[in-house]
């Protein structure tokens, strides 16, 4: 498929984690950031979770979906995957969460996953303010993002069909647990996704050169 | 050299790969239609550029998620005109991921087919499970999951324990000759469409049996 000699791989994923380490290496016979295999050069890059512009983008959706909800009065949760099989998977949610904490623009910023404590089926019990604005750390409006969290939030039920995908965005702020709730879209669906490909290859050439 | 070999074949007349046939268009360009859509007089949808082509392969006509791209539910009803080559080798990739590619590699003697003992064995996580897959178990599966009529088009490389899998499937599946469609057309524009090792759907479909019989 591939005819040039120089071939970038960037995995389109949110985080380092199971895939990123072992599955991606694994499938194309990765050996390192570089390998060299049939007169090819395979250099892996970064996932595109790890460019530094992911904090803007997080905020950007935030403040895209809860637009009329004072930030001084809202909790904001970034809700990642989180897996037992490898503890990379959560760090780079918890870091976009340090990051968004050190700009003081909300007053309470966590992290909670699907697989791993904090589970985000605790939101209530996790944010304090009366808005809760919740941006899924995702690279796609997949299964996860349109079913899964939605249960787990308490805004959807389990048996509701994935036929009314979009529908589960329409209804923002839900009110529940006395709190105004706000749920966005995976953050990997923005068009700024291409020019985060683009500086990801740009960023390896630089570190390996 | 892709582009150059698609090029080549267009001129000369027509692909047909999968369901897809590309002829060239008057006076210039390309045109992608299903096998099926293809005869005069046709009323169908016109859309322009590869990227309608991700729309079209998404959902098959009862607008249920494709997840294998290989299968033979591509909706019927659309016709894709595209400018370019570039444009025709970008959605043959779009319909059949590597599928044209894989062929060329075949034809140079490149296609290395893997054994689903391998595929199996070097598999972690959940799939790990899957290496306890049987022989027979793995006959059964190909014979549900990968045959032509409502499985997968592709045409069978791989082996199980260096044998076709073929106690469920006929010689053809297997066969890089023969046309998995049965009511093909035009014989001389086709393109082998070609499976060189069992796919992550068939893993996952193997990690249900190893469960259900381990339980």
Not at chain 2, 47 to 57: F, H, P
Request: aromatic content about 8%; hydrophobic content about 40%; proline content about 6%.
């Amino acid at each position: 498929m591939v005819e040039a000699t120089d071939v970038y791989i960037v995995p389109n994923f949110i985080s380092e984690g199971y895939f990123t380490a072992k599955v991606i290496p694994r499938e194309l016979e990765l050996t390192g950031a570089i390998t060299v295999k049939d007169r090819r050069i395979l250099k892996y890059c970064d996932p595109v979770g790890n460019d530094p512009r992911m904090t803007d983008l997080l905020l950007h959706r935030a403040g895209e979906v809860a637009a009329d909800a004072p930030p001084h009065e809202s909790s904001l949760v970034i809700v990642a995957h989180g897996t037992g099989l490898n503890e990379n998977s959560a760090v780079a949610a918890k870091r976009q969460v340090d990051a968004i904490r050190d700009r003081g623009i909300y007053p309470e910023v966590v992290a909670a996953f699907m697989e791993e404590e904090p589970e985000i089926s605790q939101w209530a019990n996790l944010t304090t303010q009366p808005y809760v604005v919740i941006v899924p750390f995702f690279i796609s409006d997949g299964l996860h993002s349109y079913q899964d969290i939605p249960v787990l939030l308490g805004i959807q039920n389990e048996d509701s069909a994935p036929a009314s995908q979009q529908e589960v965005f329409r209804h923002n702020p839900y009110e529940l647990h006395d709190r105004k709730l706000y749920y966005a879209g995976a953050i990997g669906t923005d068009p700024m996704m291409a020019d985060i490909i683009l500086d990801t290859v740009e960023r390896f050439d630089l570190e390996h050169d | 050299m892709i582009e150059q070999l698609l090029q080549e074949r267009l001129r000369a007349g027509a692909i047909r790969l999968g369901e897809l046939i590309v002829r060239q268009a008057e006076p210039a360009g390309y045109v992608v239609r299903h096998w099926q859509d293809d005869k005069p007089e046709q009323k169908l949808t016109v859309k322009t550029g590869s990227i309608a082509a991700l729309e079209i392969v998404r959902y098959d006509a009862e607008m249920n998620y494709r997840p294998l791209k290989g299968a033979p539910n591509l909706r019927t009803g659309w016709e894709l005109r595209l400018d370019s080559v570039a444009e025709v080798r970008q959605t043959i990739d779009y319909f059949y991921p590597g599928a044209f590619a894989t062929w060329l590699a075949y034809n140079r003697g490149e296609v290395m087919p893997v054994d689903l003992r391998q595929t199996l064995a070097r598999q972690t996580g959940m799939y790990r499970v899957t290496q306890k897959l049987t022989d027979s178990q793995a006959e059964e599966l190909a014979g549900r999951f990968c045959q032509s009529r409502s499985g997968c088009l592709r045409t069978i490389l791989w082996t199980v324990d260096d044998k076709a899998p073929n106690r469920y499937l006929p010689s053809s599946k297997f066969d890089p000759q023969a046309d998995q469609l049965a009511e093909r057309r035009e014989a001389n524009v086709w393109i082998p469409f070609l499976c060189v090792e069992a796919c992550n759907l068939f893993v996952a479909e193997a990690r249900k049996i190893v469960k259900v019989h381990s339980t």
